[in-house]
Every structure is written in structure tokens, then in C-alpha cells.
């Protein structure tokens, strides 16, 4: 038995053929895993991602038909499949310019690789969070409007190429004396990427949306119109009342005290959920201390 088995481990041994690798061998490889990662990278920033998580879902679909033999369904994905890629074609054509554009350009390693490493820098620090809530309220006691707009995973390159650049801390000071009336900034939108104020007086697309109220505001259908194109999460303080509203996934959120914003701002600082739940906990901890110390 055991002579059988070695017999026939060395008879599929021997049938096996082991290509020989050469040094273009290995630097195609690379090539192609850096190609494959820059356009996974470009697909994850741009709406191509829900995109290909809609085909993933029809694929998976016509590959129940196909098992199950439903050839009615898979003649029509036959004949559809050329309008679909047309169809995908126009979908995607501001992505696809703004990608060969990039790619004409003499920098597109560095490019690529200095939007990678921002991007993924990390989340918005606690530091970033406080300056931004204190600033925010800050601005709505003496009824400064103001427009704030936290980049997530999508990129608002676009929107940010709308404005001035700044490239600065996120500090309170700075944001109060962007969003100061007859300043040169105060007008449009500041995007924020990571803890850096990247660009200021952007220029945001107004929401469609019918159900919003006719009450707001120019700034607050802006608001909620680059929740609606961007995973992004954007902060409003009313020039006329001075309250703050969040709009985030296509929804305003109105009239937010201090802890109700930082909870939604820390929505989008990832955190894990029992790094959050310690920290808010030291924070109430904090807050009882010092009200004990005022005592």
C-alpha cells in the first residue's frame, strides 16, 4: 500500500512542469500588481466603487441563472452586455478623464503615492475633533455662518480644486478667522482631509431633494447635496439662529448641542467601538472632576 502510494506521488511528481522564472518574469509581475493596485485604489475612491458592487451583485445573479439552466434570463444579459458596457462607459466618464489626465501627468508615482499615504493617514485624531466642535460653537453664538466638509473615504478632490488651498493644522482660531464676515475665505466651504484644513471657499452642489424644508438656506442644501454624492460628513452653523446641523448620508441633522456633535464627529473617526466607549467615558469622567474642582 504504502509502495502504491509513493509510486503514484512520484508519478504526479514527475508530471508537474515548474516554468523557469526569469528577472523580466518578476518585473512583469510587479508591474502588474502595481497597475491592478492603482486602479483598486482609483475604484475606491471614486463612485466607481458602488458601481462594482452593483455588477458584483448582477454577476452573482446570472451565476445562479447559469447554474440553474435559466436560459431566458441569460439571452437577455447576452444581449445587453454591449449596452451595459457603454452604459458603464458614460457612468464613469468624469473618473475616466480625471484618470488619464493623471496619468499625462510627469508626476503620477509620486501622485499616487502621496494621495495613498494621505488618505490613509489615519482618522481624525480627538485633538482634531475638539477644535472643531469648540470652533463651531464658537461661531454660533455670534451667528457666523460657517460650512465645514470632513472627507472620508471618498475623495472631494473635486470640490477642493473649487477653492484656495490652505494645507493647514485644524485649529478653532484658524476656522473662526476663515469663516469671519468680510474675510477673503469666509464664502463657501472648508474641506478638511485627516487633521489638515486642506482648502477653503469650495464650492458645493445644492441637494434636490424636495423634502428638505423651503426654510433652509443656501449653505444647508449644500450641505446635505455633497452628503448625497460623497460619503462625507459636513458641519453647518446658521448665520440666522446660530445652530448647528450635521448632514451626513443624505439626512440634516438640526439643532445639535456640543455632545451631539462630537458623537456624530466621531462617527467618522473609525474607531473601534470599545476605543470610542473609553474615551467617552474619560471624558464624563473628566467633566464631573472639573465640575467638583468648580465647586
Same mark, same amino acid.
Given at each position: 500500500? %504504502?509502495e502504491? @502510494?509513493?509510486?503514484?506521488?512520484?508519478e504526479? @511528481?514527475?508530471?508537474?512542469h515548474m516554468?523557469? %522564472? &526569469?528577472i523580466? /518574469?518578476?518585473i512583469?509581475i510587479?508591474? %502588474?500588481? !502595481?497597475?491592478?493596485? *492603482?486602479i483598486?485604489?482609483w475604484?475606491? #475612491?471614486?463612485k466607481?466603487w458602488a458601481?462594482?458592487k452593483?455588477?458584483?451583485v448582477?454577476?452573482?445573479?446570472?451565476?445562479? =441563472?447559469?447554474?440553474?439552466?435559466m436560459?431566458?434570463?441569460?439571452w437577455? =444579459?447576452e444581449?445587453? +452586455?454591449s %449596452? =451595459?458596457?457603454?452604459?458603464?462607459?458614460?457612468v464613469? *466618464?468624469p473618473?475616466?478623464r480625471? =484618470? +488619464?489626465?493623471q496619468?499625462? *501627468?510627469k508626476?503620477? +508615482?509620486?501622485s499616487?503615492?502621496s494621495?495613498?499615504g494621505n488618505?490613509?493617514?489615519?482618522?481624525y485624531?480627538n485633538?482634531?475633533v /475638539?477644535?472643531?466642535?469648540?470652533?463651531t460653537f464658537?461661531?454660533g453664538r455670534?451667528r457666523?455662518?460657517a460650512?465645514m466638509?470632513?472627507?472620508? !473615504?471618498?475623495?472631494?478632490?473635486?470640490?477642493?480644486k473649487?477653492?484656495i488651498?490652505i494645507d493647514?493644522?485644524?485649529s478653532?482660531q @484658524?476656522?473662526?478667522n476663515i469663516?469671519e464676515?468680510?474675510?477673503?475665505l469666509?464664502d $463657501?466651504a472648508?474641506?478638511?482631509? $485627516?487633521?489638515r484644513?486642506?482648502s477653503?471657499?469650495?464650492? @458645493?452642489?445644492l441637494?434636490?431633494n424636495?423634502?428638505?424644508s423651503?426654510?433652509l438656506?443656501? #449653505?444647508? &442644501?449644500?450641505?446635505?447635496?455633497?452628503s448625497?454624492?460623497?460619503d462625507?460628513?459636513?458641519?453647518i452653523?446658521?448665520?440666522?439662529n446660530?445652530?448647528?446641523?450635521?448632514?451626513?448620508?443624505g439626512? +440634516?441633522?438640526? $439643532?445639535l448641542?456640543?455632545e451631539?456633535?462630537?458623537?456624530?464627529l466621531?462617527l467618522?473617526q473609525d474607531?473601534p *467601538?470599545?476605543e470610542?466607549?473609553?474615551?467617552? #467615558?474619560?471624558?464624563v469622567?473628566? /467633566?464631573?472632576?472639573?465640575?467638583?474642582?468648580n465647586?
Open positions: 500500500m %504504502i502504491q @502510494l509513493s509510486a503514484f506521488v512520484e504526479y @511528481l514527475s508530471s508537474i516554468p523557469t %522564472i &526569469r523580466p /518574469d518578476i512583469e510587479l508591474i %502588474i500588481s !502595481f497597475v491592478v493596485y *492603482q483598486m485604489a475604484v475606491r #475612491r471614486t466607481a458601481l462594482l452593483g455588477l458584483i448582477i454577476l452573482g445573479f446570472l451565476l445562479l =441563472a447559469a447554474m440553474f439552466n436560459t431566458t434570463i441569460l437577455i =444579459a444581449k445587453c +452586455l %449596452i =451595459a458596457v457603454i452604459a458603464v462607459v458614460v464613469l *466618464q473618473e475616466l480625471k =484618470a +488619464l489626465e496619468l499625462g *501627468q508626476n503620477i +508615482l509620486s499616487f503615492i494621495v495613498d488618505r490613509h493617514e489615519g482618522r485624531s485633538h482634531t /475638539d477644535e472643531i466642535v469648540k470652533a464658537a461661531m455670534v457666523t455662518g460650512l466638509v470632513l472627507e472620508r !473615504f471618498e475623495s472631494l478632490s473635486e470640490y477642493e473649487t477653492g488651498s493647514a493644522t485644524v478653532s @484658524l476656522l473662526i469663516f464676515h468680510n474675510t477673503p469666509h $463657501g472648508v474641506i478638511f482631509r $485627516g487633521d484644513i486642506v477653503a471657499t469650495c464650492y @458645493l452642489p441637494s434636490d424636495r423634502n428638505l423651503k426654510a438656506g443656501t #449653505r444647508h &442644501r449644500a450641505a446635505v447635496g455633497i448625497e454624492a460623497t462625507s460628513m459636513t458641519v452653523v446658521s448665520e440666522e446660530g445652530k448647528v446641523s450635521v448632514a451626513f448620508g439626512e +440634516l441633522f438640526s $439643532g448641542n456640543q451631539g456633535l462630537r458623537e456624530k466621531e467618522i474607531k *467601538q470599545e470610542t466607549r473609553k474615551g467617552w #467615558r474619560s471624558k469622567k473628566g /467633566d464631573k472632576n472639573e465640575k467638583k474642582a465647586e
